[in-house]
């Protein structure tokens, strides 16, 4: 109980019951102790708490991520004041691609690459987001240039086999779970396998919030839970908005029975993860000290995102003062990322120009 919340029952149980609760109240026995008057009161305090953390809930579901400048005029990026004034804070990554590459003369770049919004177009089935042909081919081109990691929300077995390319790491579950590429890969600074698994202790109890969440949400229609092995992902992308409220009152049910998990929101997702210490920023300066970099000012970082969740990683970016973030968006959005690009097939663009230029400048150094 908070000190505002002791001071309002201790307040009450001096005045008597009479003068705090309503005659529409819960029946109140004539012999109604301080104690049970507590215990009343700290049950409608629950209530109201729970009550007003699924608006919450709802208003930022409404949100979605990360959040929207809050504008009018923000249905499309040409032409308003917002977007001109965002343009010129997170210009477009192709239009800036000299001076990104410019800004890498003697140092490595490590590409990093959220998976859904980002490689893949959002689709409604979350198991339908299969990357493209073309982008697949595209990514394998990066990754044998530069080291490549793939840094989403999704169980790493899952979007492995989305991407099926041997030569990447994969970090899982917001970087939770991260393996490195096969033996065949030529980066070979960090141990092959399993590097990283944070918080195996929590899967056992990960497993129980996802079988109690299929069953408290199979009532309400669009709703997809997906096992990510080490958090728990409850897509609404196909929900009725009347029902987000209900769904959020199911979520919060369950999550209330697990102090020791938190949740976090993506892309018309909730998710719910263990409160530990760990986020895409984190498996970012992992997998950097991991390939060698940790304290190297001879890398430059570059981490491409569409979502909430790739904040951390922009952030960690900006407050090294080293690298890029790239925010994949067609409307506005507070950001820590540099730049911006609108969708995938931008995305692909930009990967297809970086891949252009490594091989023109492998070329020139040889015949120099």
Known sequence: ????????????????VSNVLPRSSLPVPKSFSPQDLKMLLMKRLEAENGGAKISA???????SSPTRIKSSTTASLPETDDTSSWIVHHPSA???FEQIVAASKGKQIVMFLDY?????????????AFMPKEMRATVRDVARYFPTAIVTGRCRDKVYSFVKLAGLYYAGSHGMDIKGPSKSCKYKKGNQGVLFQAASEFLPMIDEVYK????????????????????VSVHFRCVDEKSWAA???????????YPKLKLTQGRKVLEIRPTIKWDKGRALEFLLESLGYANSTNVLPVYIGDDRSDEDAFKVLRERGQGFGILVSKLPKETN???SLQEPSEVKEFLKRLVDWKEMSQRAAKCA
Request: charged share 25%.
């Open 116 to 128: 859904d919004g980002t490689l893949s177009p959002i689709v409604e089935d979350p198991d339908q």
């Open 1 to 16: 109980m908070t000190n505002q919340q002791n001071v309002v029952v201790l307040d009450v149980i001096s005045r008597g």
């Open 247 to 257: 769904l959020a009152e199911q979520v919060r049910s369950v999550l209330n029975h």
């Open 94 to 96: 192709l239009s800036m």
């Open 57 to 63: 809930w709802v208003d930022s579901m409404r949100a």
């Open 337 to 339: 990322a540099s730049y």
């Open 212 to 231: 109690d969440l299929v069953e408290k949400t199979k009532s309400i229609p669009g709703t997809k839970v997906e096992n990510n092995k080490f958090c």
